[in-house]
């Protein structure tokens, strides 16, 4: 459901991991759109087919990466008492991530027995059927709607989310009418499809990435009028999930690299983000990246920036292919991860960690 801001976050991501691109080139905002008009017509909800779109829009002259002028980011104050600030940071990437961590302790409060949300919610079990192809279109816009006297209105007392690393969790749990409708929202148009229709709920369970780990939690699954496609959707309480409304975008998101997903050391005091940038060098169409841990008692933020270039000669100015690489950067932590999730200082959400 969130295809279009995907689409939008990466191709800017694109463009920042290509930043000495020459100003004749299409800007973020131009490209964006174009992607996500693609997207519309296209009716894909797969993120790889809208990059690869954005990528082959064109090719633009790079410039020195010394001329260009410095990034801001959203520097509203923070209050949070980090317990790890880099000394060299500099303060707009320092104020995002205290912006983050911030907003990511008014959230959670002084709560216990919160799961911090770090992947889907909902689970497609097969594949559609030819013949429903438009079952795909009518799920993304949450077209969802059970059949008469097709769901339970009780629910079980409670269940019980399970870790990977052996940590248990009891939580109360939702009605399977009431997952359906958390499911179906928000409902969107989508061009005069049929709505899915629910004809059965059983308790079932799925795997669901958390900011401390892969974990089992208990779900239903939706059994579906004219297809053997099956959903299952996370039946915890949502009082009990920590999953923030994206935040807005810094004042000029080219400077904040988005992480999408983490792995930490086996002695727990060092991550590994996973971002996408520049090709790995020196040279004018590459990069590379350091990582720092911005820690707080509740949460650790990894910022990512580049690494000076050489200055850049005519000579050594070539045209640069506006192309996306997966890379990979490390930061060490004053102190054991624990159980605190990893942030991404873009969206300010949890991403997904191996451990």
């Given at each position: 459901?969130?295809?279009?801001?995907?689409?939008e976050?990466?191709?800017?991501?694109?463009f920042?991991?290509?930043?000495?691109?020459?100003?004749?080139?299409?800007?973020?905002?131009?490209?964006?759109?174009?992607?996500?008009?693609?997207?519309?017509?296209?009716r894909?909800?797969?993120?790889?087919?809208?990059?690869?779109?954005?990528?082959?829009i064109?090719?633009?002259?790079?410039?020195?990466?010394?001329s260009?002028?410095?990034?801001?980011?959203?520097?509203?104050?923070?209050?949070?008492?980090?317990?790890r600030?880099p000394?060299?940071l500099?303060?707009?990437?320092?104020?995002?991530?205290?912006?983050?961590?911030?907003?990511?302790?008014?959230?959670?409060?002084?709560?216990?027995?919160?799961?911090?949300?770090?992947?889907?919610?909902?689970?497609?079990?097969?594949?559609?059927?030819?013949?429903?192809?438009?079952?795909?279109?009518a799920?993304?816009?949450?077209?969802?709607?059970?059949a008469?006297?097709?769901?339970?209105?009780?629910?079980?007392?409670?269940?019980?989310?399970?870790?990977?690393?052996?940590?248990?969790?009891?939580?109360?749990?939702l009605?399977?009418?009431?997952?359906?409708?958390?499911?179906?929202?928000?409902?969107h148009?989508?061009d005069?499809?049929?709505?899915?229709?629910?004809?059965?709920?059983?308790?079932?369970?799925?795997?669901?990435?958390?900011?401390?780990?892969?974990?089992?939690?208990?779900?239903?699954?939706?059994?579906?009028?004219?297809?053997?496609?099956?959903?299952?959707?996370?039946?915890?309480?949502?009082?009990?999930?920590?999953?923030?409304?994206?935040?807005?975008?810094?004042?000029?998101?080219?400077?904040?690299?988005?992480?999408?997903?983490?792995?930490?050391?086996?002695?727990?005091?060092?991550?590994?983000?996973?971002?996408?940038?520049?090709?790995?060098?020196?040279?004018?169409?590459?990069?590379?990246?350091?990582?720092?841990?911005?820690?707080?008692?509740?949460?650790?933020?990894?910022?990512?920036?580049?690494?000076?270039?050489?200055?850049?000669t005519?000579?050594?100015?070539?045209?640069?292919?506006?192309?996306?690489?997966?890379?990979?950067?490390s930061?060490?932590?004053?102190?054991?991860?624990?159980?605190?999730p990893?942030?991404?200082?873009?969206?300010?959400?949890?991403?997904?960690?191996?451990?």
């Amino acid at each position: 459901m969130n295809a279009e801001h995907d689409v939008e976050a990466s191709v800017r991501e694109l463009f920042r991991s290509h930043e000495h691109l020459a100003s004749s080139a299409a800007p973020p905002d131009t490209l964006a759109t174009l992607a996500k008009a693609a997207l519309r017509r296209s009716r894909r909800t797969t993120l790889t087919a809208a990059l690869a779109s954005a990528a082959c829009i064109g090719i633009a002259t790079s410039v020195a990466a010394s001329s260009l002028m410095p990034k801001h980011v959203d520097t509203r104050p923070a209050t949070t008492a980090a317990t790890r600030v880099p000394a060299d940071l500099p303060t707009p990437l320092r104020d995002r991530a205290l912006l983050v961590l911030d907003r990511f302790q008014a959230v959670t409060g002084p709560s216990s027995g919160l799961i911090v949300v770090a992947g889907p919610l909902l689970m497609q079990v097969g594949d559609w059927e030819p013949s429903v192809g438009q079952n795909k279109l009518a799920l993304a816009d949450g077209q969802v709607t059970a059949a008469p006297g097709g769901l339970t209105t009780t629910a079980p007392a409670s269940g019980v989310v399970r870790w990977q690393r052996g940590r248990d969790l009891e939580v109360p749990l939702l009605t399977a009418e009431d997952a359906l409708a958390a499911m179906a929202s928000p409902k969107h148009d989508c061009d005069g499809c049929q709505p899915l229709v629910v004809t059965g709920a059983t308790l079932s369970a799925m795997t669901l990435q958390t900011g401390t780990g892969t974990a089992t939690v208990p779900a239903w699954e939706f059994s579906l009028r004219g297809t053997a496609v099956r959903l299952r959707y996370v039946a915890v309480d949502p009082a009990h999930l920590v999953d923030p409304r994206p935040l807005s975008q810094p004042s000029n998101d080219d400077f904040v690299y988005r992480v999408d997903k983490a792995s930490v050391s086996s002695d727990d005091r060092s991550v590994t983000v996973s971002f996408v940038g520049a090709a790995p060098g020196t040279g004018s169409c590459e990069s590379e990246y350091r990582a720092d841990a911005v820690e707080s008692a509740t949460a650790v933020v990894v910022v990512i920036r580049a690494l000076p270039r050489p200055t850049a000669t005519p000579a050594t100015v070539q045209p640069c292919v506006l192309v996306g690489h997966l890379r990979q950067a490390s930061a060490d932590l004053t102190m054991p991860l624990g159980d605190r999730p990893v942030l991404d200082p873009q969206s300010g959400r949890a991403v997904p960690i191996a451990r």
